[in-house]
C-alpha cells in the first residue's frame, strides 16, 4: 500500500501513512473496537465524495447536484435495513458517539434522566459519563454489574429503573463479554414508562450474522458504529421504528451535524454489502469462536476474566488475582513493546485510576479478519500469559516479539 500523491504533497504525512501501514500488518490489533477495512472500503473512503455537500436526506436535499450521493446513501440505508431487519435507519451520523447524540436530541430535554452502565463496569462516555455531554446536559445515573458474576443484574435494573423513573434506559456496552438480555432490559423501561436505547456499537456485526441476540423490535432505537464488528466504513447508523423517523432524522440535521461525510457514508455502503454476502456469517461466527478460544487459554494460564468468560468477540481480564503488581496500564505497555496491541481497561469494583486499570481488555474482531483460527488465538493467549508474567524481563519480550512477527508474516494485510 503505497501512498505515491501524498508522498509528492506532504512526505511527512506519506511517511507517517506508510509507518501506520507497516505498524498494522506488524503488530496483533487486539484492540476490541478495531477492525480491518476491505480495501474497497478504503477506496469508497477516499473517493471524491469528500467534495460534496448533501444537507438534508436522499431526494431532499439543499443543495444540487446530488443524484450520485442519493444513490449511494439510499443503497446505505436499503443495505443496513436488510443486515439488522430496521424499519428505518439513518446512516448519517459521525460516531457512534454522534447516533446516540441524535437519539437523545430526539425524544429528551435537557434535564431529563438517563439511567445507563456505569463507564467503569463496562458502559461508554456517551452514555452519561460526567465529562461527556450527556453527563452534563441530562440528569445521569448508572447501574452496575452484580458484583460477583460480572454480568448486567436485570432484576435490580428494574428496581432501580422503578425507583429512579428515567427518561430513557441506555443498554448495549463496550467492555461487556456477555450477550445482553434486551428484553429484560426492555422490562425495566416499560416498569418506568422509559425509551430503550440499546447500543450495539461492538456488536453491529455479531447482531447482523446472528451471532448474538438483536435489540431490533424490542428496543425504541438501535444505535452503532460501522467499523468495529461490522467492519465496514468508520461512522455510526441509528435504527428506529417508522413512528420515530422523523424525530431522529430532524434531530441529525438539522439537530446536530451538517453536511454527511458522504465519502464515509460510501465506505459504509461498501461494508454493508460485504456483510450481506454468507462469508461474513462465518467470518462473525470464527471471530465469536476465536474469543472463547482466547479467554479459556488465558484461564489455563492462571487469568481471571470478569463474568468468568465470554459470549462475544472480546474478554475483559482482571489482573488483580493472578497479577496483583502488574497494572493494567504495565500490562498494556509490555504487551505492545512485543506488538501486542490492546488496552488497559478498568473492572467492575475497579481500584485503580481509570487511566491505569486493573484489566486488559482484547478483542479478536481484526485478527479474524486477517485470518486467524483457534490454533493461533491460543498460541497469542499463550504469549499474553508470557508477557504479563515477565513484564520486566527483556529476553522474554524479545522471543515474543519474533513469534508475534512469525504470527502476523503467516496472516498478511493490505499485500
Ligand atoms: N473507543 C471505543 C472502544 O474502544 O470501545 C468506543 O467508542
Not at 52 to 70: I, L, Q, S, T
Not at 390 to 395: Q, T
Amino acid at each position: 500500500m503505497k501512498y505515491d500523491r501524498v508522498q509528492e504533497a506532504d512526505p511527512d504525512v506519506a511517511a507517517a501513512l506508510e509507518a501506520e501501514v507497516d505498524r498494522q500488518r506488524d503488530t496483533l490489533a487486539m484492540i476490541a473496537s478495531e477492525n480491518f477495512a476491505s480495501e474497497a472500503v478504503l477506496e469508497a473512503q477516499g473517493s471524491v465524495l469528500t467534495n460534496k455537500y448533501a444537507e438534508g436526506y436522499p431526494g431532499e436535499r439543499y443543495y444540487g447536484g446530488c443524484e450520485n450521493v442519493d444513490t449511494i446513501e439510499s443503497l446505505a440505508i436499503e443495505r443496513a435495513k436488510e443486515l439488522w431487519g430496521a424499519d428505518h435507519v439513518n446512516v448519517q451520523p459521525h460516531s457512534g458517539s454522534q447516533a446516540n447524540m441524535g437519539v437523545y436530541l430526539a425524544v429528551l430535554d435537557p434535564g431529563d434522566k438517563i439511567l445507563s452502565l456505569d463507564l467503569t463496569h463496562g458502559g461508554h462516555l456517551s452514555h452519561g459519563h460526567e465529562v461527556n455531554f450527556a453527563g452534563q446536559l441530562y440528569d445521569v445515573e448508572h447501574y452496575e454489574v452484580d458484583a460477583d458474576s460480572g454480568r448486567i443484574d436485570y432484576d435490580a435494573l428494574r428496581e432501580q429503573a422503578e425507583a429512579f423513573d428515567p427518561d430513557i434506559v441506555v443498554s448495549g456496552y463496550s467492555a461487556y463479554p456477555r450477550q445482553v438480555e434486551w428484553e429484560r432490559v426492555q422490562a425495566a423501561a416499560d416498569a418506568a414508562d422509559a425509551y430503550h436505547l440499546a447500543d450495539i456499537a461492538h456488536i453491529t456485526g455479531l447482531v447482523a450474522a446472528g451471532e448474538h441476540p438483536s435489540p431490533v423490535g424490542i428496543a425504541d432505537f438501535v444505535t452503532g458504529s460501522t467499523h468495529k464488528t461490522i467492519r465496514a466504513g468508520r461512522g455510526g447508523i441509528i435504527m428506529c421504528d417508522e413512528e420515530y423517523a422523523d424525530d431522529v432524522d430532524t434531530a441529525v440535521i438539522p439537530g446536530m451535524q451538517g453536511g454527511p461525510l458522504l465519502h464515509n457514508v460510501a465506505g459504509k455502503a461498501v461494508g454493508f454489502e460485504e456483510a450481506l454476502q454468507p462469508e461474513f456469517e462465518e467470518y462473525a461466527a470464527q471471530t465469536v469462536e476465536n474469543a472463547a478460544v482466547l479467554g479459556e487459554r488465558l484461564q489455563e494460564h492462571g487469568f481471571e476474566l470478569v463474568s468468568g468468560g465470554t459470549d462475544t468477540h472480546l474478554v475483559l481480564v482482571d489482573l488483580r488475582g493472578s497479577h496483583p503488581d502488574v497494572t493494567g496500564k504495565e500490562a498494556e505497555q509490555a504487551l505492545e513493546e512485543v506488538g501486542i496491541v490492546l488496552n488497559a481497561n478498568t473492572v467492575p469494583n475497579e481500584t485503580r485510576s481509570p487511566f491505569v486499570g486493573s484489566g486488559i481488555r482484547a478483542g479478536t474482531p481484526a485478527l479474524t479478519t486477517r485470518g486467524f483460527d483457534e490454533d493461533d488465538l491460543r498460541e497469542v493467549a499463550d504469549l499474553i500469559a508470557e508477557v504479563v508474567d515477565n513484564v520486566d524481563d527483556e529476553d522474554v519480550k524479545a522471543e515474543a516479539a519474533e513469534r508475534v512477527q512469525q504470527l502476523c508474516d503467516a496472516n498478511p494485510l493490505y499485500e
